[in-house]
């Protein structure tokens, strides 16, 4: 009998590693346990054998030890492979846009189909550090460039750079070390590439249902920099959670310069401030934002140096312009099967004496110089979304509005043409989502449907996101005749249909 269970648990042990390697999932931890249960096991049967006077053959013996230390050998590199999670998401879009002018010309695309592929990277170096990080490539069908119109007329640069259709480069959309625990204690440290677009509430259109990085939508700008937080429980069920931190971060790098005080003299733009999520339990959850970016270009630096050798001529001699004071706010919940936010966010220019929201017109005229006065801007935000499970359909509406003053700090937005947070207008969208019957899921992060949608886009006044002109009333007969005299042509008014088939894996 022992040596029948003998042979048997020898055929356990040599069959284990295969078991393991072909579970690739395993934790590692359970693995050294179960080896070391096993040499015990091994020790008794010698024991037991020993007592009774039976044995294994020499041969069974070497090759049930060989499978023993061959197994400890190779919890390394097990360990090793349990570190690292890789998931990521693909998106196929296509978009309808067609914008009118001011000057009464219309500008239309009839389709423009993209492709959009991310990795993501987890990674455990130790117990309390950990580096995440994504790769992203986002194309537009038939094009290794960026098309016409796109990233509200701007060429790549740092501040949209993955967030609009370039080429197939898969380059490094987000890389950061999280150093969790710090002394004990919920405290981080953070540094790297910043997850810093698509904050809340943009899961709730975007149909991931998961926060997909700091809040909040109207800071949507990826950038590198450092944060460091601290977590809290409230001390009350219904309060739930909380976690404050420090951010800093540096939008625009001017290299070595002389300081002559000569005119183009650059410094570098920085970005510092606090992100207060004050409170969330389950899908309550509010949050507060407020920074200051320092020394705002008037332009940046762009990818092409064929579009930097020419910037000058277009925009003349680039320089800091001043700073800039932004607040916002976000609470969203869930009442049933109606998910619902509400979001506010205020701005302020704080120009130097080269001005913000300068009024050209006047300034050629002698009537006036550059505007140092601060001009404040505020936006409203507001969004639902009624699921209705049994069918795997989410239906959803949002409306936002921006004032004459306001500036979203919006580069990496994902609205294709114009970033809809940062309109000085209305922006009114529909959307539905539709969870595709795909079969059961194989990974936790998996989920495959597709996304339509509708937005009709309705400016009051020109330059959305622009600090550096002066807000012209659109509706104004006389200011689109200042605006068709300085060559420009802003859109009045759009409409946008877009249809996506999303998976993430």
Known sequence: MVKKISMLALAGLIALPAVASASGGANATDLERKIEELSQQ????????????????QSDFAALSD????????????????????????RARMDYYSADGVSGQSYDNDTL??????LNMRVKATENVEVKARLAMYKAWGMQT??????????????????????????????????????????????????????????????????MATPTAFMDWPFDGISAGYAYRWGMEAMGTGRIR????????????????????????????????????????????????????????FESDLVNAFAPAMFGTQTQIGNIMHSSGVYQDKIGDVNFFGAVGWSQSNPNDN???????????????????????????????YDIDSIGLKLGAEWNYGSEYWIGLTPGHDDMYQAKLAARGNVFEVYGIYDLPSGEAISKYAKTFVRFG???????????????????????????????????????SADQIYLTFEAYF
Do not use: H
């Open 42 to 57: 091994l020790d008794q049967l010698k024991a037991q054998m020993a007592e009774k006077g039976e044995g294994v053959s």
């Open 67 to 90: 499978t023993v230390g061959g197994m400890e050998e190779r919890s390394d590199s097990w360990d090793l492979a349990a570190r690292i999670k890789f998931y990521g998401d693909f």
């Open 113 to 118: 189909w993209t492709n959009r592929f991310r």
């Open 146 to 211: 960026t098309p016409d119109g796109l990233g509200a007329g701007y060429p790549m640069w740092d501040g949209n750079m993955t967030r609009q259709p370039a080429d197939s480069a898969l380059r490094v959309d987000r890389a950061f070390v999280n150093w969790n625990n710090i002394g004990g204690v919920p405290l981080w440290f953070s540094v790297g590439r910043r997850p810093t677009t698509d904050g809340p509430p943009a899961q709730v259109r975007m149909g991931t249902d998961e926060r």
């Open 246 to 301: 420090f951010c800093y971060g540096r939008g625009f790098e001017d290299g070595l310069e002389a300081e002559d005080g000569t005119e183009g003299y650059l410094s570098d733009t920085d970005f510092a401030g606090l992100s207060w999520d004050v409170m969330k339990k389950g899908d309550r959850f509010l949050t507060l934002q407020s920074f200051m970016a320092f020394n705002i270009f008037n332009y940046p630096t």
């Open 355 to 385: 001005g913000m929201f300068n009024d050209p017109i006047a300034m050629m005229m002698g009537t006036a110089g550059a505007n140092t006065d601060d001009e404040n801007g505020y936006s409203v935000y507001l969004g639902a979304r």
């Open 454 to 492: 509708y937005q009709r886009y309705e400016y009051d006044y020109s330059g959305s996101m622009d600090w550096n002109l002066r807000p012209y009333d659109l509706g104004d007969a006389m200011d689109k005749q200042y605006l068709q005299m300085l060559g420009m042509d802003p859109v009045e």
